[in-house]
């Protein structure tokens, strides 16, 4: 969790085995500039998906998040929806979430490269 330039990068500096099949990545009231942050990240990479259960602070207000989700060797994005709304703002690994706060669900669809 690093916050910089009225941004918010989330998950940046996970190494890629941390997304292969079954794991999970949990951060619990992780302390921000905004307020405490909870994440937790669910690989099924062998159905396809990455589910992310995110919890922003009330403070966060209009900072874009900026999500990483560093794909084992071999994925990519193929889709994401937030909270079962299709969310197209995403480059490379990157999950851009403006003007959201609360609870987001989300999901990422990802295929073999």
Known sequence: VEGRQDRLYLLQGTPRRWLDQGKIIKIHQAP??????????????ANDKINISLNLPERIGNTPVY?????PVGYRIQSIALNDMKHTDFHNEWIVL????????????????
């Open 67 to 71: 999500l990483k989700t560093r794909l």
């Open 32 to 45: 921000t500039i905004y307020g405490p942050l909870s994440l937790t990240c669910h690989s099924d990479v």
């Open 98 to 113: 403006r003007n959201v706060k609360g609870h987001l669900q989300i999901v990422v669809t990802v295929t073999r490269q």
